[in-house]
Nanobody
Framework: QVQLVESGGGLVQPGGSLRLSCAAS????????MAWYRQVPGKQRELVAF???????TYADLVKGRFTISRDSAKNTVYLQMNSLKPEDTAVYYC????????????WGQGTQVTVSS
């Protein structure tokens, strides 16, 4: 079982950047597809970015060209580089094993709050 801890959120002005980190411990991290999700109060959690074990990435249309997901298997960490942030990017961001989320069997951590505001 993989335990995940998200960090790196904060308050940033529109147009600014943040880098989120997701530290994993437990099972062999590198073999799993990983993803970042976000959720705002009253709305469903949505997929933001996805990365396979081999490093192939996909993005939600709303963040394409602005966000970059990456992984460092040596450090058991997944990153989300967020550039050109917009107020509508404000949300709690979570990482998780994408395969477990698809199956509906994922457990969620605390996430990290990102607030984009002037």
């Amino acid at each position: 079982q993989v335990q995940l801890v998200e960090s790196g959120g904060g308050l940033v002005q529109p147009g600014g950047s943040l880098r989120l980190s997701c530290a994993a411990s437990g099972s062999i991290f590198s073999i799993y597809p990983m993803a970042w999700y976000r959720q705002v109060p009253g709305k469903q959690r949505e997929l933001v970015a996805f990365i396979t074990s081999g490093g192939t990435t996909t993005y939600a249309d709303l963040v394409k060209g602005r966000f970059t997901i990456s992984r460092d298997s040596a450090k058991n960490t997944v990153y989300l580089q967020m550039n050109s942030l917009k107020p509508e990017d404000t949300a709690v961001y979570y990482c998780n094993r994408a395969d477990l989320v698809t199956k509906g069997s994922a457990s969620w951590g605390q996430g990290t709050q990102v607030t984009v505001s002037s």
